[in-house]
């Protein structure tokens, strides 16, 4: 049965590693599969999203062995492995992709299907994109246009706005763009068909959003720079393989350290999370909401191992540290403005969970974006958090959330969401009474296991 009943926590608490990062795994697998030579990536996701940028890969033609280390780390102590795994990624090279015979199906990953439409559009051949019913709703339109501009010939569904895609590549030149709204996956699909582009192509961000293309593409032998929001490609360098280590997922550790913070007597120490500060604008709001949070053992991990570290200002890998939390303290509300939501778009559900029992009004504004997520989740979120009694106020960009207030448990619709179900797992813990959440397979998206993870650090 696709759903849960849960019911209020007396305790929370562990030792916990969060699964690999989501976004570095997709990465990892696009720009290996574009490399010359074999890559390993280690610590590899293995939830569906990945998949769906693995196996629209194995389309291309590329040669990926999974090898699934048995027993992978557990993610709690006392549990069952984790769901990492390591990939042998035999790369093509930029121009060594085939014709795929058959449409590129990328489920419910918009990472994929945007990302995968820049490399398509400097290939010469003829490919198809689509999804399942939630990505076929997802825009497209704000990546099909830059890479018109570069010359690329693409085609989709609702004049232009949706999957399924048809893209017809070839020759590229480069663009400066600036991008209207903030979007790690927009700016790497620019950056991606700048790699096929003659010339060097720059794309100019509102805000910043996540980095880890730019981390990672100069450790494979892309020319690319970055000055503050200017961020620039040179296109024709091939890439060459090499190791990459994919660290702990901050996205899904977000859920626990609320958790922590919000069910009674609680304690909990998260291991080896990513802490890419492009990403961890939520650890920011909850500190100056009043919470105990510290970091640990904070150090720059290298492409290569988790084993080196780096301190050279000239280095560019990935920041990773431990977290400590620990519930017991005060919340107070707070405002969060636009410039602020890049760095937390993933973090959005939970965050509302946690201004749930903030003292006074927590309002978060120009976050339009999340409309057109998995689910809309503004719209999600104050549906199902009015539902367990909360007041708030729905703007066309936002949420206004009065606490600190008593959660009622009820029946809860996840909307295929993954993040919508975790999030409303957390505040069911806090929740007088049963909560039943609806539709918690999507959380195989992101986080298999997730639920194994909760009722552990509950018993």
Same mark, same amino acid.
């Given at each position: ?5 849960l ?11 969060p ?6 795994? =997709?990465?990892?697998v696009?720009?290996?599969?574009l ?39 557990? *993610? ?6 984790? !769901? ?5 990624? =035999? ?18 990953? #918009? ?13 010469? @051949? !003829? ?12 825009? %497209? ?19 232009? /706005? $949706?999957?399924?895609?048809? &893209?017809?590549? #070839? ?5 400066k ?9 927009? /700016? ?17 961000e509102?805000?910043?959003s ?6 990672m593409?100069?450790?494979l ?5 970055v ?14 393989g090499?190791?990459? $280590?994919?660290?702990?997922? !901050? ?5 626990f ?21 492009t990403?961890?604008g ?6 100056? %909401?009043?919470a ?18 780096? =301190? ?10 431990? +977290?400590?939390?620990?519930? #017991? ?7 969060i ?6 760095? *937390?778009?993933?973090?959005?559900? &939970? ?7 903030a ?47 008593? *959660?009622?448990g009820? +029946? ?10 975790m999030?409303?797992? &957390?505040?069911?813990? +806090? ?5 039943? &959440? ?6 195989n998206?992101?986080?298999?296991? @997730? @639920?194994?993870? *909760? %009722?552990?650090?509950?018993?």
């Amino acid at each position: 049965m696709d759903r849960i009943e849960l019911t209020k926590a007396r305790w929370f608490k562990g030792e916990i590693s969060p699964p690999p990062d989501k976004s570095i795994s =997709h990465r990892a697998v696009f720009f290996s599969s574009l490399s010359k030579g074999k890559s390993n990536i280690k610590n590899f996701l293995r939830a569906e999203d990945t998949m769906s940028t693995l196996n629209a890969f194995r389309k291309l033609g590329v040669e990926i062995q999974e090898i699934v280390i048995p027993p992978s780390p557990p *993610l709690v102590k006392g549990g069952k492995g984790g !769901f990492s795994g390591e990939l042998i990624v =035999h790369g093509k090279g930029l121009y060594g992709l085939k014709e795929p015979f058959d449409v590129i199906n990328c489920g419910n990953s #918009g990472t994929t299907i945007r990302l995968i439409a820049g490399v398509l559009s400097g290939n010469p @051949f !003829f490919s198809v994109l689509t999804g399942d019913e939630s990505l076929r709703q997802r825009p %497209m339109a704000r990546v099909i246009t830059p890479l018109r501009q570069m010359g690329a010939e693409i085609m989709a569904r609702a004049g232009d /706005k $949706y999957p399924p895609v048809a &893209i017809k590549g #070839g020759r590229l030149h480069a663009i400066k763009y600036t991008m209207p709204v903030a979007s790690a996956q927009v /700016k790497s699909a620019i950056l991606l068909a700048g790699l096929y582009a003659e010339g060097e192509t720059e794309v100019i961000e509102p805000f910043q959003s996540r980095d880890h293309t730019e981390r990672m593409l100069p450790a494979l032998g892309a020319e690319i720079t970055v000055e503050g929001l200017h961020i620039k490609i040179k296109g024709g360098t091939e890439l060459r393989g090499t190791d990459i $280590y994919v660290p702990g997922d !901050f996205s899904s550790a977000a859920f626990f350290i609320v958790a922590a913070l919000l069910v009674p007597d609680s304690e909990i120490l998260i291991k080896n999370v990513g802490v890419n500060p492009t990403r961890t604008g939520l650890l920011e709001v909850l500190k100056q %909401m009043g919470a105990n949070i510290e970091l640990t053992n904070i150090r720059d991990i290298s492409l290569n191992s988790p084993l080196i570290t780096h =301190h050279s200002s000239l280095f560019v890998g990935e920041p990773v540290a431990d +977290i400590y939390c620990k519930g #017991g303290k005060e919340l107070n509300a707070v405002q969060i403005t636009k410039e602020k939501i890049p760095s *937390l778009i993933d973090e959005f559900p &939970i965050l509302c969970v946690a201004a749930t029992q903030a003292t006074g009004i927590t309002t978060i504004r120009g976050a339009e974006e999340l409309r057109v997520k998995e689910s809309d989740r503004i719209k999600a979120m104050a549906t199902e958090l009015r539902k367990m009694g909360i007041e708030i106020e729905e703007f066309e960009d936002g949420l206004s959330i009065k606490g600190k207030c008593g *959660l009622k448990g009820t +029946i809860i619709e996840s909307y295929g969401d993954h993040r919508i179900a975790m999030a409303m797992s &957390i505040a069911a813990l +806090i929740a007088d009474g049963t909560t039943t &959440i609806n539709g918690i397979s999507s959380v195989n998206i992101s986080f298999p296991g @997730f @639920f194994e993870i *909760l %009722m552990r650090l509950t018993e």
